[in-house]
């Protein structure tokens, strides 16, 4: 049935409230549009925010209705379901249109969810939530048609203090919490195929931009990312402006982006697989004109990557390199030993004595900094207490810019200069 002015069977014409209803709806939002928020009180704007949250459970609520009810529209279209015309017609993606398409039937179905959304209190988003975990428990053999409607009554009451995403978490263990005694085995088994079907679709890929930038792409388990995550947070934390970015904020995005770079390449080479019985290494190749120049270039790896003499300088404080050196018709002078990190034990020790990033003006913690080498290793430097500091990540890469020049300090901290 259409919902124009057609009078329906039952003598009544539904097109004219419809009508008056929306023109309503139209110029209460116009009203609103015209006015300025920036004038507003902070309590009309939460208000406002609140209601809006409510109306537009209610405006869902409507649209489902009509949807689960527009097998009309399909017929008319020749569409298996209404997904055709909202495609065609309000160019609606196919995932979305397909996608509230099955809202719709999964919420006709189910009384409680269809009430919450129209009055408000359960979002789009927690009904789609709530209809997937009532299908899952109705497809489940061990429960019955009273679990089912208990279920639906407790997930419908936790929508009103909870997210989407604490929602769906509750409603996988919902039956668990109905009754233990029966459902905590079947819980430990989903939780099992749950981990399962995560290894399966666990990938990583990479993208070289060509700019000096690889984009990276993965998925991986809860658990994992969830661990990768903290690690990250922990690893961002905000560091004292140095002196000439002082009063300029990182976006955290960019910390994250560093951090994660930053357990790339401090992570123990130990751990990994060796090959040939050797240990995986990075060689760096270069010239010796290359290596005793500042603005020099050096080839990462075997594949000819680049990056500079003084970025090839930083890595060497921090990972297992070996330096292949070479003369003026590409002859290998010399294929120096592994670099090694600073030991744990000296690592520690340095802790104790510098106790913290020893560039002026920089108060990052012991934690945060790694060891470098005031006599860089490819010109002889040792490894030891005597020729390291401590500097948090960002100055340890600037000691390695060829813009930056620095100096010693007679109490050991380290002064940084632009270079003109």
């Known amino acids: 049935m259409s919902l124009g002015h057609e009078i329906n069977p039952w003598g009544t014409n539904p097109g004219d409230v419809i009508d008056a209803a929306l023109s309503a709806i139209e110029t209460s939002l116009e009203d609103l549009l015209s006015t300025d928020p920036v004038y507003w009180r902070t309590e009309q704007k939460k208000d406002l925010l609140e209601r809006l949250e409510r109306l537009q459970a209610q405006q869902a609520a409507v ?19 209404a997904s055709g015309w909202l495609r065609t017609e309000l160019l ?11 809202l719709a039937a999964g919420i006709a179905k189910y009384d409680l969810v269809a009430a919450g959304l129209a009055e408000g209190v359960v979002s789009q988003d ?5 209809t997937q975990a009532l299908d899952a428990i109705g497809a489940d053999p061990a429960a019955s048609a009273e679990d089912l409607i208990l279920a639906e009554k407790l997930l419908v009451d936790y929508a009103g203090r909870l997210t989407a995403n604490q929602l769906k978490i509750v409603g996988n263990r919902i039956l668990a919490e109905i009754d233990p005694d029966r459902f905590e085995a079947a819980e430990a088994k989903a939780l099992q195929r749950e981990e399962e079907h995560a290894q399966r679709r666990t990938f990583f890929s ?4 060509g700019d000096g930038t690889i984009d990276l792409h993965a998925r991986v388990s809860r658990a994992v990312g969830v661990r990768l995550r903290t690690i990250v947070d922990s690893l961002a934390q905000p560091r004292k402006l140095s002196a000439e970015n002082r009063g300029v904020k990182a976006p955290y995005d960019r910390l994250l982006g560093q951090a994660f770079a930053r357990v790339v390449e401090t992570y123990d080479v130990e751990n990994l697989p060796r090959h040939g019985g050797h240990g995986t290494t990075v060689f760096i190749t270069m010239t010796v004109d290359q290596l005793r120049a500042d603005l020099g270039t050096a080839a990462l790896g075997f594949d000819g990557d680049q990056i500079t003499a003084a970025e090839a300088r930083r890595i060497a404080c921090n990972a297992d390199l070996v330096p292949a050196v070479l003369g003026t018709d590409s ?6 030993r592994t670099a090694r990190l600073a030991h744990p034990i000296q690592h520690r020790a340095l802790r104790l004595r510098d106790q913290g990033c020893q560039a002026e003006d920089c108060d990052a913690p012991a934690a945060w900094t790694e060891a470098h080498h005031l006599q860089p ?3 002889g430097g040792q490894t030891n207490l005597a020729n390291m500091v401590l500097l948090c990540s960002s100055d340890h890469r600037r000691i390695h810019d060829p813009n930056y020049g620095h100096e010693r300090l007679p109490d050991g901290r380290i002064r940084f200069s632009r270079r003109t």
């Not at 949807?67 to 020749?78: F, N, Q």
């Not at 609606?92 to 996608?99: H, L, Y």
């Not at 927690?126 to 709530?130: L, S, Y």
């Not at 990479?206 to 931009?209: C, F, G, K, V, Y």
């Open 206 to 209: 990479s993208r070289d931009n």
């Open 126 to 130: 927690k009904a789609r939530v709530i």
């Open 92 to 102: 609606v993606d196919k995932a979305v249109a397909r996608s509230q398409i099955k």
């Open 377 to 379: 290793w490819s010109e």
């Open 63 to 81: 649209k489902l209705r009509v949807l689960a009810s527009a097998a009309d529209i399909a017929e008319e279209t020749g569409a298996k379901d």
């Open 331 to 336: 002859e290998i002078l010399d294929l120096g």
